[in-house]
């Protein structure tokens, strides 16, 4: 209660209170103003939630968006037993046992002992971040999501791929308001996959990794490379990831809100 008072007291007077390393500056208000200036209903958004994990960004939407219809991926099978639970209580919602890239395709997946980290890229456990990432004040400031013990690093299972542009095309989807993706360093073979279905998408909220955490991941430089040409700038950064060391202060990832400048003209014109 008084850590309550204390950050309310704070943001009267103009100051905001984080979490050490973790720095959440919310998305979700970002979001709403670039909706609102679009002149767009929230009950009639339509998102795509790729990699979704347990389904926390479904819950996120939901605060503001009761009855947008939300479209969520989710390969690794035993983490989506428990995202297909939501299905039964939300009409508007729903879930896909596979991932997104750029082509459709039987892919390596990596599964990690904390399910938040499987990814299409396996883990660089020779690398800089992996060691940054284990020590014991990293380990202490650890997001955590699905945690099983009996799991080793880089578990291997071979799980299926779409594309974006072929689900939007088989659900009759015309206009995406919102494109979540976290999908651990595999973010640009997601935007590949979409393909000139990009022009129709409004925002895309995207998980940047700057840290060697994954081998080959996805870059910024490329995010940007394959967006830009369809009229998306960066709007916003509203969370940043560091390592959680003393010592130094070096970022390992990134949340990047980018914003589709021409389907916004054109929505506010309408």
């Not at 943001?11 to 609102?36: A, H, P, Q, W």
């Amino acid at each position: 209660m008084l850590k309550k008072f204390v950050k309310l007291f704070l943001k009267k007077k103009g100051y905001e209170v984080y979490r050490r390393f973790y720095y959440d500056f919310g998305s979700d208000d970002t979001i709403k103003k670039i909706l609102n200036a679009a002149k767009i209903n929230f009950e009639n958004l339509i998102i795509f939630d790729v990699g979704a994990n347990i389904g926390q960004s479904i819950d996120r939407f939901r605060l503001y968006a009761e009855k947008a219809k939300i479209f969520s991926f989710e390969p690794n099978p035993e983490v989506y037993s428990i995202l297909k639970k939501k299905e039964s209580t939300d009409n508007n919602l729903k879930t896909f046992n596979f991932g997104l890239g750029e082509k459709k395709n039987i892919l390596d997946f990596y599964v990690q002992p904390d399910s938040g980290g499987s990814s299409f890229i396996p883990i660089d456990i020779k690398g800089e971040a992996f060691k940054l990432s284990n020590t014991d004040l990293a380990k202490e400031n650890h997001n955590r999501t699905t945690l099983k013990k009996d799991i080793e690093l880089n578990t291997k299972v071979s799980l299926p791929i779409e594309t974006l542009s072929n689900i939007a095309n088989i659900e009759n989807i015309e206009t995406i308001h919102l494109l979540k993706i976290d999908t651990q360093g595999f973010e640009s073979e997601v935007l590949k996959g979409c393909g000139d279905k990009l022009k129709d998408i409004l925002i895309i909220e995207t998980e940047i990794i700057f840290s060697d955490a994954y081998e080959k991941a996805g870059t910024f430089y490329e995010v940007e490379e394959i967006i830009k040409k369809y009229g998306f700038v960066l709007w916003d950064i509203p969370y940043i990831g560091k390592f959680a060391s003393n010592d130094i202060n070096k970022i390992n990832f990134i949340d990047a809100t980018y914003v589709n400048e021409k389907l916004l003209k054109e929505m506010q014109n309408s």
